[in-house]
């Protein structure tokens, strides 16, 4: 999925609330802003959005003399999901299809997101797995993908909500499952520490994209994971940066499970903002 206009803003707007973060200096804040903007005129809009960001990011942090501003807020959303997720796999359990209504509040979790401007509050999980539905549910070819296949790929979206994927991952541990995490902190993203904060590791095995990156974008991957990824039987890829990087890039038929929370890609799979969606690529 390639950036559009309206992704400038966005991209702008996450700067600023990462300096923010940093810093409260207004004149560091400006700086951040107006220098990253010879970024964003330079930048090839052949690319996704995800693409950009990250090399928005890397000015930005080098600018605030900071590696990983969003370390102590991974924490802070491993801690506050974790007796919620333990909540909803009571739900889970027992429920009519256990892994439907794990992906129902997996994808409900994919709304904790610093990415975008959001007031979302974990708490708000157990509501939206409980009472809402997919959009866009291509649940049942899911299904039966799972049924016939060895090996599956999981690539995960962001810390706190990994809680929540632990529990879609607890349902398919009679397969070969592979979770990706980052290769190196980056945003909220998950990465192995998140992973071990959780104990997924228990329950599958954790990989990286060789490469620091946003989302997949597989030509920026290692050699070694772009092999797991041609051989994996079902990928479920999690979250609008996976979505952007993966959509259209691949021969490979991708599950996204997301949450559209920006305008663009809410229009791009024909629905609105803050809906979820299972969808088959």
């Known amino acids: ?124 999980i157990i509501e939206y797995g409980k009472n809402r539905k997919f959009e866009v549910d291509d649940y049942k070819q899911l299904e039966e993908d799972i049924n016939a296949a060895k090996n599956l790929l999981y690539i995960l979206d962001n810390a706190g909500e990994i809680a929540f994927d632990k529990l879609v991952v607890q349902q398919l541990i009679d397969k070969d499952l592979n979770c990706v995490v980052r290769h190196s902190p980056v945003l909220n993203d998950a990465t192995r520490e998140d992973a071990e904060e959780v104990s997924l590791s228990s329950f599958c095995n954790i990989v990286d994209p060789g490469s620091n990156v946003i989302g997949i974008p597989l030509d920026l991957c290692s050699g070694e994971f772009r092999e797991l990824f041609e051989r994996s039987d079902v990928i479920i890829a999690k979250g609008m940066a996976n979505f952007e990087t993966l959509e259209g890039a691949t021969k490979k038929p991708v599950y996204f499970l997301l949450v559209a929370k920006c305008v663009v890609v809410a229009k791009h799979l024909g629905v609105s903002v803050g809906d979820m969606v299972l969808l088959k690529e």
């Open 1 to 124: 999925m390639k950036a559009v206009a309206d992704c400038i803003p966005c991209m702008e707007s996450f700067l600023l609330r990462t300096a923010k973060r940093v810093s409260e200096d207004d004149w560091l804040q400006r700086k951040v802003l107006l220098d990253t903007m010879d970024v964003l005129r330079n930048s090839s809009y052949d690319r996704s959005p995800p693409e950009i960001c990250l090399d928005l990011l890397k000015a930005a942090m080098k600018m605030l003399g900071v590696s990983d501003p969003y370390k102590e807020l991974r924490k802070e959303l491993n801690k506050l999901t974790k007796p919620i997720a333990a909540r909803a796999e009571k739900i889970i359990q027992e429920s009519d299809d256990p892994l439907y209504a794990a992906l129902l509040f997996a994808c409900a979790a994919n709304s904790l997101d610093v990415g975008v401007a959001s007031s979302f509050e974990p708490e708000s």
